[in-house]
């Protein structure tokens, strides 16, 4: 795919330094994650993106994440999950369906290029605020016996806010930035437009503002889930594609469920109830067991359950696999995502799976 730059109708902030790491400071915990306050964004220095970071995809990924067409990780690369978005964001605006940053495109998205690519941001103790736990097990039986799921580090944290990876975090900033109160460090621009929620459960509410996603969301009049695709679309009443998100979806074992469902209800921060028969690869003599809440838990911040029994629409701890592997049947998106689509739907939308 060969693209056309953007940065002089953006006039583009970038700001290179590169690294293996970052030095996680000490920092203070808590006994459940917290959200911060909207940081505010401070300087940022006019240089290329390092480490083969395309400013122009990333900006490109920055708009469409904010419009609502998941490009998966603001991460500045080429890749599937950035095409499909450029394909979503085409068909809402009735653009020739191409895939690439073309020229009709590109116009289309001149109107959003005041929302620049990147951010530097001075972290706040809310955004360095665990508790976290690193390594997460990986048997069910042994993370039921945690309290909760959360993150495993600092990094990981600020990469899902930001709506990356910590790779990416580590290539914008340098090895030796620490993760501590006050600190200026550079992330993707996934930071919201507006933050008005008219949410009454001050846990998701706090869990909505931390992951970025913004109040002002689409009514979903259904939901389809397109296994050919691989990406769940959101329309409106008027039959108007109005949000896009990659999607992992089922298997051969678990296949998705072909047909027409209803979103039941919605389980925010959820806790998990695994069962060894639903689960492919489980031990034999595994036993059933309850994982308890955090965004590390195997179906992450938000479950909306389905008609269809056991199945549901969820967010994952392993955002950087959505699109790339299997599930149990049931549709995983990245925890912003799966946030971000609770805000659209309501008990009774429709979700219609099709190859």
């Not at 329309?235 to 998100?245: I, N, P, S, T």
């Amino acid at each position: 795919m060969r693209y056309r730059t953007i940065l002089g109708l953006a006039g583009l902030a970038t700001v290179a330094a590169a690294g293996a790491m970052f030095a996680e400071a000490p920092s203070a915990t808590a006994q459940t994650p917290a959200a911060s306050p909207a940081p505010a964004p401070a300087s940022s220095k006019m240089l290329t993106l390092p480490g083969g970071m395309d400013p122009a995809v990333l900006h490109a990924q920055v708009i469409l994440d904010k419009l609502g067409f998941g490009p998966g990780l603001l991460d500045g690369r080429d890749s599937p999950s950035f095409a499909r978005a450029l394909r979503g964001f085409q068909t809402s605006r009735g653009l020739g369906v191409t895939g690439d940053l073309d020229a009709p495109t590109l116009r289309a998205l001149y109107p959003y290029r005041a929302w620049r690519p990147i951010k530097m941001i001075a972290l706040t103790e809310g955004m360095l605020r665990g508790p976290f736990l690193n390594p997460t097990p990986e048997d069910y039986a042994d993370q039921a016996k945690l309290p909760g799921v959360p993150y495993r580090s600092p990094l990981e944290k600020l990469a899902e806010m930001f709506h990356t990876s910590p790779q990416v975090l580590v290539t914008l900033n340098s090895r030796e930035t620490p993760l501590r109160v006050g600190q200026e460090v550079v992330f993707p621009n996934a930071l919201p437009t507006e933050r008005n929620y008219a949410i009454d459960d001050a846990t998701w509410r706090s869990t909505v503002a931390y992951l970025n996603v913004g109040s002002n969301q689409p009514v979903a009049d259904r939901v389809v889930v397109d296994e050919s695709e691989g990406a769940l679309k959101v329309y409106d009443a008027e039959d108007r594609l109005v949000a896009q998100f990659g999607a992992t979806m089922g298997s051969s074992q678990f296949p998705l469920p072909i047909g027409e469902w209803t979103i039941k209800g919605t389980a925010f921060n959820p806790d998990w109830s695994y069962d060894p028969d639903l689960i492919a690869g489980s031990a034999p003599d595994a036993e059933e067991a309850v994982v308890p809440p955090g965004p590390n838990n195997p179906v992450g911040v938000v479950w909306l359950d389905l008609s269809k029994e056991h199945y549901g629409i969820h967010g994952t701890p392993e955002p950087q696999n959505i699109g790339k592997t299997e599930s149990n049947g049931c549709i995983r998106l990245t925890n912003w995502d799966a946030a971000r689509l609770a805000l659209m739907v309501k008990p009774g939308t429709r979700a219609i799976f099709q190859r």
